[in-house]
């Protein structure tokens, strides 16, 4: 069966604010030449177009998607966040929550990019696709039911969970490995037991205050959040060791009928604003790793949805070779940075510090 690629040209349309990386313009903080956030459509395009020039994309069952209807949003946002949200972008946009600035159209654009996720759970649960990628934009991982924060504005993630939810699926598994704290997908899901949330994430990058390894549920979702926090300059022998050792055996404990990665590119060596040393290999692995799971777990159904990653030059490659585990295709595109993005790694003694915090961690999962 064959991998689902979900795309649509406008969520490449959406419009942030004018900043400098995080910072707004203005005071000594010079606007830069390109313009705009570091969450801009060219990670997104690039990654696209690599598809294109490589052939990949012909290895694939390429598809859309209709917007997330109102009925869908509401299962996880109340009306009167999106009233709002809609009320602001029919008038030209603006800013809601924290550092989520849009244009005018953003709420349609934001239905879609939900919309693609949807599509994308359901496609694969319906058994149309084996797997699925879905380029969605603006990114879903840190936002609230009625909060938006750090570039996303609906929780993309957890409106398909819950769209596919009301058709009858189980238990789902989120591993997010985005670079940031899936602080929205662990607040919207941290008293159930029926989603187990996993993220993966440099500690205290953003948010600057969540996160932490000791936030694991509430109530009937006690032990149904981890946190797996991980230090500056953690590199590719660490993400694939914490994957193997507490993300992998905690699939096997759960059970799930679906596994969704929220699947972020910050985590790479060269993103402008995180800290981590991963590659084009680490994602690699860590594609493999999961397929590998659910192969075990749950009839091989991966769905990726696209988050952060702000690299234009290097997200494109770690997410074809995602897109292309998840295929099988041999359509290559190597890593042009390979040799020295394997010299820049963490020594010997970096990375046994970072084993000891990966053992700690998962002996308190009880893992
Ligand atoms: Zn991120």
Redesign the pocket.
Known sequence: MSTGFYWDERCFWHAGGNYALTLPLGGLVQPLAAGGLPENPETKRRLKNLMEATGLVKDLSVRGAEPATRQVLERVHPASYLDAFKEMSDAGGGELGLRTPFAKGGYEIACLSAGLAVQAVADVMAGEVQNAYALSRPPGHHCLPDWPNGFCLMANIAIAIEAAKAKGLGRVAVIDW???HGNGTEHIFYERDDVLTISLHQEHNYPLDSGDVGDTGRSAGEGFNMNIPLPPGTGHESYVEAMARIVLPALDRFQPDLIIVAC?F?AGIYDPIAQMLCTVETFGEMTRQVMGAADRLCDGRVVMVH??GYSEVYVPFCGHRVIQELSGSDCDAPDPMAPTVKARQPNARAIAFTSGLIEEMAAGFGL
């Open positions: 985005d670079v940031h972020g910050d988050e952060g």
